[in-house]
């Protein structure tokens, strides 16, 4: 081959490759141009408001948590403005170096770390976590000066919840807390995930949370212009939060905390409620405990010590506390005998102080002799409700106790509450799992009669059965919510309730069981506690068992552990005639009825009928035990001053 023909060759091998390199160039250039037009024209809105959100930013703006105030106005849970030191973990290098530092600028103790760490548990790395709060002016000057020492470490303006009555009636207002995992996940599934938004707490317990909604409010947004830093630069534009409803209760809170402090170390519970409406004027369970301590997250050892005590102060026996009624079921018993015809006004037993079935005896005391059932109220006879409850049978004293309330959820607006049992024999079938168990047993209905047995129930039902007697026989729902107070016009608006239901009882059977429990107050077992009261009041006295006592033996408290001896029973509603007011009060261990719980009962009907405070003196004769009818001048009412704690309260620190 010669070289013409070898360039000829290279030059064919040349064009062949410029025209390849050609397509490729054009194909890319093609290719460039499609991707240019994919993002600037299908792509645009989309990357528009890409660009948008990395230049602005959307804060949710968290509204003002609704007071809780008491049916007289007196404030029950507020909230204040106070600075808090806060660390983000995710960006922090050392933590606890960081903690040491921060300790020699504001003050640390060992009760913060412990919060901190508690808090920190339930909340992500990325989370902003308190190690201190409510900061003084001078520690917040002091930590700015130094700031720039501690990345991930800020000082944040929040709003915090306080409670200026501290332990009283903490179990009905309950506490706020911080939103935990759970919580969280909930929300996210709930359509106020995004009014959540920026919101650390929620309701927890008792009020906060039952009326949660109502509460919280409504979130407010703010838009922000931020720099290529993320610096904010101006307010874009923004909605204002509409902070939450006030919500007002029926409680009584000067009532309450006379009634915890006549309780003293006793354990016990109260409920006083209006029989014309369901209100609940006093919703009482003692010990107690201060909700401000779970506010900011709670340290482990304070836990452990209120948990674990065996007081249970954290448990609300109000509302879930079951006990035995004693013999304050008499009344009620009586009544489903008029109701049933199982027995009139007039019949006649001869109480002989024991009673006899199938051999057995059943004890009733001292012989009292031929009883009616006015006689049976009053003197309390066991032997004439031993017979009562044979006669009429389980199932039948249970379908007339059910509408009353009794083994049932009231329905009350707070959560939590316990059903109790109202036994049957379709109870105890399925309460227990040994065939052998699930028979019931002819003597098992005897001691239903007098409130022992497998009955078990809750205050407020016993206060509730109570205020249905006392009007003449219609049920109305317990309630502790009033009025919602508009956040913005302060108009309040009722909390909108059931309507009544009218059992339907004979007023002359009311009458009958009207008569015997003023009889009880006037010539029975509880006559010296209302001696000298301005008004007739009708009640019944009531010791129930907390352990079991042989039919051979004797009971005697001094033999018993403190934790194993009677329960003090009282029940009331005054004036008999009218009543304004129903009362059901225990005193756990305590003994006989009249020795405890009717002189508290008797001092919450002065309260409220005559506008009477006890005195000094008689309070403390009844924190004892010791006090009967009233002793010393009683102080008016209005003369009294609520011990209101500080709004900046430092809780347990």
Excluded: C
Aim: hydrophobic residues 40%.
């Amino acid at each position: 081959m010669t070289e013409l023909d070898d360039s000829r060759l290279e030059m064919r091998r040349f064009r062949h490759r410029a025209w390849v390199m050609a397509v490729v160039v054009l194909l890319g250039f093609g290719l460039l141009a499609w991707r240019m037009y994919y993002l600037q024209v299908v792509r645009h809105d989309d990357y528009a408001l890409r660009a948008e959100s990395n230049r602005t930013a959307v804060v949710p703006i968290v509204p003002y948590r609704g007071h809780i105030v008491d049916r007289n106005g007196v404030l029950l849970a507020t909230n204040y403005s106070a600075y808090t030191l806060e660390i983000t973990p995710a960006r922090v290098p050392n933590l606890e170096q960081t903690i040491q530092e921060l300790a020699k600028i504001v003050d640390i103790q060992p009760i913060h770390r412990r919060r901190f760490e508690r808090a920190r548990s339930e909340l992500g790395r990325y989370d902003s976590v308190p190690i201190r709060v409510q900061l003084s002016d001078e520690e917040v000057a002091r930590f700015a000066a130094q700031q720039f020492r501690f990345p991930g470490v800020q000082v944040e303006a929040r709003l915090f919840r306080t409670y200026p009555m501290g332990s009283t009636a903490s179990h009905a207002i309950g506490y706020i807390g911080r939103i935990n995992q759970k919580e969280q996940e909930e929300l996210k599934d709930s359509p106020d995930e995004a009014n959540y938004r920026g919101t650390t707490h929620i309701g927890k317990q008792g009020i906060e949370v039952s009326y949660e909604r109502e509460l919280h409010g409504i979130a407010g947004v703010e838009q922000l212009e931020k720099s290529s830093g993320g610096t904010p630069i101006r307010t874009l534009g923004s909605s204002e939060p509409r902070s939450g409803d006030s919500i007002q209760l029926t409680l009584d809170i000067k009532l309450q905390r006379m009634v915890e402090e006549i309780y003293g170390q006793r354990r016990g519970a109260l409920v006083a409620i209006d029989p014309n409406n369901g209100e609940i004027l006093a919703m009482v369970s003692m010990p107690t405990f201060d909700p401000n301590l779970f506010v900011e997250g709670i340290d482990h050892e304070t836990w452990q010590a209120l948990n674990e005590s065996t007081d249970r102060p954290l448990f609300n026996r109000a509302l879930r506390g079951t006990y035995p009624p004693g013999s304050t079921y008499k009344p009620f018993m009586a009544l489903a005998a008029l109701e049933t015809g199982a027995r009139t006004a007039h019949t006649v037993i001869r109480d002989t102080g024991v009673w006899t079935l199938g051999g057995h005896n059943y004890r009733g005391g001292y012989a009292i002799g031929p009883v009616n059932m006015r006689r049976s109220i009053v003197k309390s006879s066991n032997v004439y409700y031993y017979s009562l409850a044979y006669q009429m049978g389980v199932d039948a004293i249970h379908d007339f106790m059910k509408p009353l309330g009794f083994g049932q959820l009231t329905g009350i607006d707070i959560q939590g509450e316990a059903r109790g049992i109202l036994p049957s024999r379709e109870w105890k079938r399925n309460a227990f799992r040994d065939p052998a168990r699930q028979r019931w047993i002819p003597g098992e209905t005897v001691s239903l009669g007098i409130g022992q047995g497998y009955n078990s129930f809750t205050m407020l039902q016993l206060a509730q059965a109570t205020a249905t007697v006392a009007n003449g026989g219609t049920s109305h729902r317990p309630h502790i919510g009033q009025s919602r107070i508009d956040a913005v016009s302060k108009l309040a608006h009722p909390l909108s309730q059931p309507t009544a239901v009218p059992l339907g009882y004979a007023p002359e059977h009311i009458k009958v069981i009207h008569d015997g429990m003023v009889g009880v107050t006037l010539e029975g077992t509880s006559r010296r506690i209302f001696a000298g009261a301005a008004y007739r009041s009708a009640g019944k006295t009531g010791t129930a068992q907390a352990s079991t006592v042989g039919q051979r033996e004797r009971y005697n408290a001094a033999k018993l552990a403190e934790h194993q001896r009677d329960h003090s029973l009282y029940i009331a509603f005054a004036p008999a005639d009218q009543p304004r007011i129903a009362v059901a009060v225990i005193v756990e261990n305590a003994g006989f009825g009249a020795t405890h719980a009717a002189p508290i009962a008797r001092r919450v009907i002065d309260y409220w009928l005559m506008g009477q405070y006890p005195s000094e003196a008689d309070i403390a004769a009844l924190q004892r035990g010791q006090a009967s009818a009233p002793i010393g001048a009683p102080r008016r009412v209005e003369d009294i001053v609520l011990p209101v704690q500080e709004l900046r309260n430092n809780g347990n620190e």
